[in-house]
């Protein structure tokens, strides 16, 4: 089934672009029809790599992003209204994704060989909560750049608003995830974290996400400061992934 992986991905990767031209020439329908059968496409993905490796998607560069495009995929389409500009939230969204099976273009379109400790719910649990933070980050970043980008006078604040309540909900699941690693090193090493590059970066991610939702004031700069750091924070999350999925 090793070959199924790789069709599924360049199926995949032909739809979600389908879906980004569709929606760039407000072909509202089309870009609704074509990014259900992309989720749907992507959802079977995920499965297919499941199946052939025997553990969930979250531990790889391609399952984990793949993940990461299925959640953004399902907010994008069902969760945000149709919109009429052409680089709306939505659009925002499916060039997210390609930019995540972009990153996948240089690493190996195949499932990742069994390791008996993935089956462990502390390990399966902090690889997934990260790979929810990610997509939540993202979708987050998706509200902040359109409103980032309008002129002052046609920004729309509810924009704004809902780009920091995904981006409470991405810090959330980060969090959970960093004490399943806290239970899954006590019950591995009998401690819990020590200073490492591990450590290291989740200090980064987490340091970006509280200047994100704690810088000061309440006016256009302070809002405009938000936005950069809200839009950074995936950034460093994606690079973060990618840096330990090299070899």
């Avoid at 994008?76 to 099976?101: A, N």
Wanted: positive net charge.
């Amino acid at each position: 089934m090793e070959h199924f992986v790789f069709t599924g991905y360049v199926i995949d990767f032909m739809l979600y672009g389908g879906v980004l031209l569709s929606a760039v020439l407000r072909q509202s329908r089309l870009s609704r029809s074509l990014a259900v059968l992309a989720v749907a496409a992507n959802a079977a993905l995920l499965a297919i790599i499941s199946m052939v490796s025997g553990q969930a998607p979250v531990f790889d560069i391609l399952g984990g992003l793949l993940l990461v495009c299925f959640v953004l995929g399902l907010l994008g389409t069902f969760w945000r209204p149709m919109e009429e500009d052409s680089l709306s939230v939505r659009t925002w969204v499916w060039i997210e994704v390609l930019l995540l099976l972009g990153v996948t273009l240089f690493f190996p379109k195949t499932a990742p060989p069994y390791m008996y400790r993935h089956n462990d719910v502390w390990v399966v649990l902090f690889h997934g909560f990260r790979c929810l933070a990610l997509s939540f980050a993202l979708f987050s970043a998706a509200h902040f750049i359109p409103y980032r980008l309008a002129p002052v006078r046609k920004r729309i604040h509810n924009q704004f608003k809902q780009g920091r309540n995904f981006l409470l909900l991405s810090a959330l699941f980060f969090l959970c995830g960093e004490y399943a690693g806290m239970i899954w090193c006590q019950k591995g090493w009998g401690d819990f974290w020590h200073w490492s590059p591990a450590f290291f970066q989740s200090t980064v991610i987490i340091l970006c996400l509280m200047f994100a939702f704690h810088i000061p004031g309440k006016n256009r700069r302070s809002d405009d400061l938000r936005s950069i750091m809200a839009v950074l924070v995936p950034l460093v999350m994606l690079t973060v992934k990618v840096i330990k999925g090299l070899p």
